[in-house]
Every structure is written in structure tokens, then in C-alpha cells.
């Protein structure tokens, strides 16, 4: 149980193109999911904090004109990095709150490598 | 804002023997403290986590250990095995299900 999936697992893109990446809770459902980028032997940074149904909520630094996130449903959210540039290289990674857990626990995807040229 | 520390950033240990990791937290509303264990390419994957009004957690060769009023947890992985070997990541809870993490430790068990 507690499966988060992400998709595409790797995307190579060039400059100036938008790509999008999903993330599904499989088998719960999650009100809360995060979005966290990692550079190479870093730790994880969350970037936002999204609800279903209403607007993310973004950390200090971290634009959401660029990084447009949308959580439509109880098991989906989508990331979109528009406008992709070289910096925006990196690991993303989702996590999905459990709706029916009594604590924090957060469940992580695989992670989507995604390459700017 | 929560700060949480990590150490050590690396730790070598022979196959069998024990690995203890450390954190502390800075703040004291914090009440929830996973574990997380990362290999290289993948996600985190949960592997522990601890409540504070619980001192210790253990599952099989993992345990965890919480001392609220030192604001510090650690991790104890006992009869290491090579395929321990990854980084982990330990991190506390600041409300609205958000986590701060530590800077993570790589732990490789030498065979």
C-alpha cells in the first residue's frame, strides 16, 4: 500500500519549451501533496504545498508563474515547469499526505529527472 | 522556522555491525519525525517514524529513539547489510503536514 507514482520518470526538453509531470496516489487518496526539487547530493527543497481543489501554496523564492502546479483531483497533481530553462535541470519529486492518516506521513514518488538543453 | 541538523553527513561501517544516525530539531511544536530512506536515482521510501509522546520505535533492525526535551531523534540500524547501504534523510514536521528535512547521511556497509 501507499503507492506514489510520477510521470514521466526522466524528460529531456529544450529551452523555452514547457514540460509537464504528474503524480498519482495509487492506492489512497491524498488531500495534501508536495512538490520538492533535489539537486545532486542535496537535500530535498519544497517548492509548494498543494490541496485539492484550491491554489498551492509556494515557499520563499520559488515562482509560481513558472512552476504551475495543479491538484484537480484527490489522487492527481500536476507539475508544469514553463518555459523550461538549463537552471530549471534537476530531480523532482512528488509526496502525497494520506487523507485518512492521524499524522504527517508523507508517501514520495520515484522522482522525475527532467533535462534542459 | 523549523531547523533541522543531520549528522553524520557520511559513515562507513562493516558488514554486521551497528549505524546510528543523529538529528535535532529546533522547534519544540514539532511532533512527528520520519526516517527516510533514499538510493541513488530513486525517491525517499519511509522505513520509520516516530510521535513525540513515544520515546522509542522499533522495527526489527531499525529503531528510533526521541528525546523531546533535547529537541533530538536518532536512527539505529543494527546487523547492517550491504543492501542498507543509501543515504537517509530525517525530518520533522511544522505543521500543515510540511516536513523539514536534514541534510542527509550516506551510509555504506562495507562486506
Known amino acids: 500500500g501507499a503507492v506514489v507514482s510520477q510521470h514521466p520518470s526522466r524528460v529531456i526538453c529544450k529551452s523555452g519549451t514547457s514540460v509537464k509531470i504528474e503524480c498519482r496516489s495509487l492506492d489512497f487518496q491524498a488531500t495534501t501533496m508536495f512538490w520538492y526539487r533535489q539537486f545532486p547530493k542535496k537535500s530535498l527543497m519544497l517548492m509548494a504545498t498543494?490541496?485539492?481543489?484550491?491554489?498551492?501554496?509556494?515557499e520563499q523564492g520559488v515562482e509560481k508563474d513558472k512552476f504551475l502546479i495543479n491538484h484537480a483531483s484527490l489522487t492527481l497533481s500536476t507539475l508544469t515547469v514553463t518555459s523550461a530553462h538549463p537552471e530549471d535541470s534537476s530531480f523532482y519529486i512528488c509526496s502525497a499526505a494520506p487523507t485518512s492518516a492521524s499524522t504527517d506521513t508523507q508517501y514520495f514518488g520515484p522522482g522525475t529527472r527532467l533535462t534542459v538543453l | 522556522g523549523e531547523n533541522v541538523e543531520q549528522h553524520p553527513s557520511t559513515l562507513s561501517v562493516q558488514e554486521g555491525d551497528s549505524a546510528v544516525i543523529k538529528c535535532t530539531y529546533s522547534?519544540?511544536?514539532?511532533?512527528?519525525f520520519p526516517w527516510y530512506k533514499q538510493e541513488l536515482g530513486k525517491g525517499p521510501q519511509l522505513i520509520i517514524d516516530i510521535r513525540s509522546n513515544v520515546g522509542e520505535k522499533k522495527d526489527q533492525r531499525i529503531a528510533v529513539t526521541l528525546n523531546k526535551t533535547a529537541k533530538h531523534f536518532s536512527l539505529h540500524i543494527t546487523e547492517t547489510q550491504p543492501e542498507d547501504s543509501a543515504v537517509y534523510f530525517c525530518a520533522a514536521n511544522r505543521g500543515s503536514y510540511q516536513l523539514t528535512f536534514g541534510k542527509g547521511t550516506k551510509l555504506s556497509v562495507i562486506p
Open positions: 498543494s490541496n485539492e481543489g484550491s491554489k498551492a501554496t509556494y
Open positions: 522547534d519544540s511544536a514539532s511532533n512527528y
